[in-house]
């Protein structure tokens, strides 16, 4: 079985914090991503990688990096965490080529309160 | 951006009624994902279809590729407590990109 997991399922931060999301997958996955989840609008692209140290930004990645130093982990970073990301981060992982026949794989989720 | 249109945005039915639910977009897609998020949790892989017209089950639900490749459908039959969470249709653009673009899901609740 893929095993996504994210460090932690709650965090509450202060406005200004510099905060870490962290994600590890164990089935030497190429592809990472972190996705954002807010009701009514699905979940939305921050940033993928593709590869160590490899990594494309998505449809909303203001606000937001990322590092991917070792294949297995992924982090979101806030580099200044604003009320206005208080929100689900998801993260989710994929195997290269035909074969991942585009499934993504993803972690139980971080529920972020920045207050 | 999200080109995917999710309807409908939330049911509430009773315990043995059938759900159908749908995704269309403007642009094709090659791939069409449904995925089920429980409560608190991360979203899990339902149907995956990747032919037009192709039709696929899994237990209780059913899910359709559309013949323009524009649109797909799921169907839940018989309905149970356990079916309750946030339903979401998913697929690639033909972008290159390989990441998926999702719909703004449809939560389901069901009424024992």
């Known amino acids: 079985d893929v095993k996504v997991t994210q460090s932690s399922r709650y965090l509450v931060k202060r406005t200004g914090e510099k905060v870490f999301l962290e994600c590890v997958q164990d089935m030497d996955h190429e592809n990472m991503f972190w996705y954002r989840q807010d009701p009514g609008l699905g979940l939305r692209l921050i940033y993928f990688s593709y590869d160590v140290k490899m990594k494309e930004k998505g449809d909303i990645p203001e606000g937001y990096s990322v590092s991917r130093e070792k294949k297995e982990r992924f982090s979101l970073i806030l580099e200044s965490a604003s009320t206005n990301q208080t929100s689900m981060y998801l993260c989710?992982?994929?195997?290269?080529?035909?074969?991942?026949?585009?499934?993504?794989?993803f972690g139980a989720g971080t529920r972020l309160s920045v207050l | 951006g999200q080109q995917l249109n999710q309807s409908p945005q939330s049911m509430f039915i009773q315990e043995g009624e059938d759900v159908s639910m749908n995704c269309t977009s403007s642009s094709i897609f090659n791939t069409w994902l449904w995925y089920k998020q429980d409560p608190g949790e991360g979203p899990v892989l339902l149907i995956a279809?990747?032919?037009?017209?192709e039709l696929t089950s899994n237990g209780r639900l059913t899910a359709q590729f559309g013949i323009t490749r524009k649109d797909s459908f799921l169907n839940i039959s018989a309905s149970i407590p356990s079916d309750v969470g946030i339903y979401f249709c998913?697929?690639?653009?033909?972008?290159?990109?390989?990441?998926?673009?999702f719909g703004s899901g449809t939560r389901l609740q069901v009424q024992p």
């Open positions: 989710a992982s994929r195997t290269q080529g035909v074969l991942a026949k585009n499934i993504q794989y």
């Open positions: 998913a697929g690639p653009l033909n972008t290159g990109r390989r990441a998926l673009t």
């Open positions: 279809l990747y032919k037009a017209g």
